[in-house]
């Protein structure tokens, strides 16, 4: 978001938009941890668009993005991690984008974790007197050289 007439300017949040989003990020993460995908459903709308990290190049549609979801969280034979740090939050009239990183994997059964750092944008809309998810995209950095993804990064 930016300022009339200069374009490099961000808008930052009003303390009680930036307050909502902390929350709302917050209590998705912990959806997430929970593995409740009920509940995901209430953070995304009906036409969220979504580029994730695995799988595909995007997803549209709530329905389509949870079907990722569920197969990710399948993938999860232990106790779920995700959990994000670097929140920052722009905001503007009815439109919020939050910047992150992210820690996304699980624990096996043997407890060691695999998990990795990514990058992740959320934008969302005030939609009927609510935030929810319009577009979420999360990455990970790559070895432009080898082709391999970088992991094991930490911020």
Partial sequence: MSTPGNPTTPTTATESTAAEIRALVASFADVARRFDLDRL??????????????????????????????????????????????????????????????????????????TSWMRATIVFRKLAGRWQTVHEHFSLPVDMETGQMLGGLKP
């Fill in 41 to 114: 459903a209430d953070y995304y709308a009906a036409d969220v668009r979504a580029f994730d990290a695995i799988n595909q190049l995007e997803f549209r549609g709530r329905d389509v993005y949870l079907r990722h979801w569920a197969d990710c969280l399948a993938q999860c034979n232990g106790p779920m991690i995700f959990e994000t740090d670097h929140l920052e939050i722009e905001s503007a009239g009815d439109l919020a984008v939050a910047h992150c990183l992210t820690r996304c994997g699980g624990v096996d059964d043997q407890g060691q974790e695999h």
